[in-house]
């Protein structure tokens, strides 16, 4: 599968990124790569870096073997619907992206015995940071460790059954809000104490950064790491359980849990 064609048919946000991740980290070549949108305007970037760009999915699907779907939810049926007869189970696997759809959605869609993948990414994936929880039906071992590095070149990736979907979305996709507010709330407690907007932004940012990576690379647990960071009677052990007066982990559980109960709705 290494030399595989590529198309992605949906070239929007979440679609150009994972084109511009896969070029830029080498694991396609430009011209193994076709992206489609109607508007293929909008995918001038991609052209000038040599991807095959066009508006006829079909025309896509027939010249690659790995089709990602990448389009929003509401018009995942129709668009693959009229493609239908463009698959071919000996020698396509399709990859979907898309919120919410299930694999059977997909199987009942598409011709059947086609590999199917379901990846759920955030929008890390822009810098290659995603973490992409994937899972999979009817595809080969050959396949599955294909699809696998395909996502590693754009962050991390986890194997997860697919019922843990939707956990996957909030805690992962919907996540990288929870994260973005936290520093935006941190920067405006640092301008209050004295930073300008840009200083404070940055020292917010760069905190989280370097206390994920703590976990990341050196595998800790974030109790041992804030054990380090409490000085007995000190200010940070102060602040930190003022927060937690204030709801801080309670509002944070609370959030997820409320995310969760709305996407399966
Ligand atoms: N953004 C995220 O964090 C994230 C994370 C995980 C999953 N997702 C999922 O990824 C999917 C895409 O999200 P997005 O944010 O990238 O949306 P988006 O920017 O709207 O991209 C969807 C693209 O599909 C194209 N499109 C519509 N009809 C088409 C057709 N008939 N043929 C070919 N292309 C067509 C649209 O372009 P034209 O109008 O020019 O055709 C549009 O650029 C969604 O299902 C979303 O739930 C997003």
Redesign the pocket.
Known sequence: MKHSKIAI????????AIAAGLIKSKFISPDHLTV????VA?LNDLKAMGVNVT?D?SAAIQKSEVIIV????Y??RE?LEALKGSFDRSKHIVIS????VQLKDFISILAPGVPVFRA????AIAIQESVTCICHQGALNEQVNYVTELFNQLGITIAIDEKLMDAA?VLG?CG?AYALRFIRAATQGGIEIGFDAKTASLIAAQTVKGSAELLLKLNRHPEEEIDKVTTPKGCTIAGLNEMEHQGFSSSLIKGIITSFEKIGK
């Open positions: 048919i949906g070239g929007g946000n979440l679609g150009g489609t949108r109607r508007n909008e508006s999915n990448a389009l929003k939810p018009n995942v668009v992206v898309v919120t919410g759920m990414p955030n929008t979305t996709a990288i």
